[in-house]
């Protein structure tokens, strides 16, 4: 095992894939030349060259259709938007062209690309450049979605993302790219399915994705230290399709849960669990499930405002003590 950052696991997976197959590329605004944003495609325009990681003009919708269209003809391309906000320009080709191609053509086409992208609240970055689209993405059959939350799983899943034969998209987020964590040495790879229990416990459950399942982690810590309150943490990566056994599983154990989401409410991961809660295990539960979610507003560029408008690991702590009466 070896310690190393975010970017640097997304990195990684880029060089290895690209070195197994010819036909995996990469394509996105100042990924080339410069590196990329965020680092994750560091030193592969000279490794690699201009053919396969590709600068392309800021067109969402032009570099996604393009690299989808290749798709399509058996190439595998890695597209990185910039920020997930600049998704919205090429909702077209996702949800027209690349979910549905396989089963509008019988299966005679297959769109094996990977789109990665950055969003979320980083720091007064202004209501344009914060967005949390992951529910939006989650809404469109025939897409994959998945949300890694430390450096093994941006490693892993973006490996199988890139050989598998559906469309995935990668919901990363902006602050976590400088966040070390162990990634074992030899290659490996994640399944785009499931979840995984990243903390033991039996009195509630605290499902997260993402940034939130940080904070579910700290809100347990608290939790156990202060109050003798042992959460159970759910790392929900995969969001479409949900681990509907997973999170059966865990609230049969805890009995009561609380989910954990920096987007706002409205039509969420956090709606999508109640229900699969409410439909699975309603006898079972001690207390109703509980949602910790981000103001619905325009994330404000005030720092102020802006962390007033999204949960911490305190709201969670309150909303468990409040579901325990503690």
């Known amino acids: 095992m070896t310690e190393i950052m975010y970017w640097e696991a997304v990195r990684r997976a880029h060089d290895e894939e690209m070195a197994n197959d010819p036909l995996v590329i990469c394509m996105g605004e100042d990924i080339g030349v410069a590196g990329g944003t965020y680092k994750a495609t560091q030193g592969l325009y000279e490794k690699y060259g201009p053919e396969r990681v590709i600068d392309t003009p800021i067109s969402e919708n032009g570099y996604t259709g393009l690299g989808i269209g290749a798709s399509f003809l058996g190439v595998r391309p ?10 919205w320009l090429a909702m077209d080709q996702l949800f ?9 053509s019988g299966g005679q086409l297959t769109a094996p690309v990977v789109v990665r992208s950055p969003g979320g ?15 939006v993405f989650m809404g469109i059959a025939g897409l994959r979605v998945v949300t890694p939350s430390n450096p093994r799983q941006a490693y892993g899943l973006l ?14 987020h902006e602050l976590m790219y400088n966040m ?19 903390r033991e416990g039996g009195d509630v459950t605290l499902f997260g994705y993402n940034i939130s399942v940080h904070w579910c982690l700290q809100a347990a810590g608290i939790l156990s230290k202060q109050f003798g309150i042992e959460a159970e943490v759910v790392d929900l990566f995969a969001l479409s399709p949900l681990d509907r056994a997973g999170i059966a599983a865990s609230v049969r154990k ?24 409410n439909e699975e295990c309603f006898f079972e539960l001690d207390a109703a499930p509980q949602r910790v979610s981000a103001a619905n507003v325009p994330m404000p560029y005030n720092h102020k405002l802006e962390k007033a408008a999204i949960p911490n690991a305190d709201d969670v702590v309150n909303a468990v003590r409040k579901m325990l009466g503690k």
């Open 159 to 172: 490996k199988s993302a890139v050989r598998c034969n559906d469309p995935v998209f990668i919901n990363e």
């Open 254 to 277: 805890t009995h009561r849960a609380v989910i954990v989401e920096e987007a706002e409410p409205a039509v969420g991961v956090g709606s999508e669990v109640m229900a699969i809660i």
């Open 78 to 87: 890695i597209i990185e938007i910039m920020s997930v906000n600049f998704a």
């Open 96 to 104: 027209n062209s690349a979910a549905k191609v396989r089963y509008m």
């Open 121 to 135: 609240t980083a720091h007064q970055l202004g209501a344009q450049h914060s967005a949390r689209m992951e529910k």
């Open 180 to 198: 070390k964590g162990e990634v074992a040495d030899e290659e490996f790879f994640l399944p785009l399915e499931g979840s995984e229990v990243a």
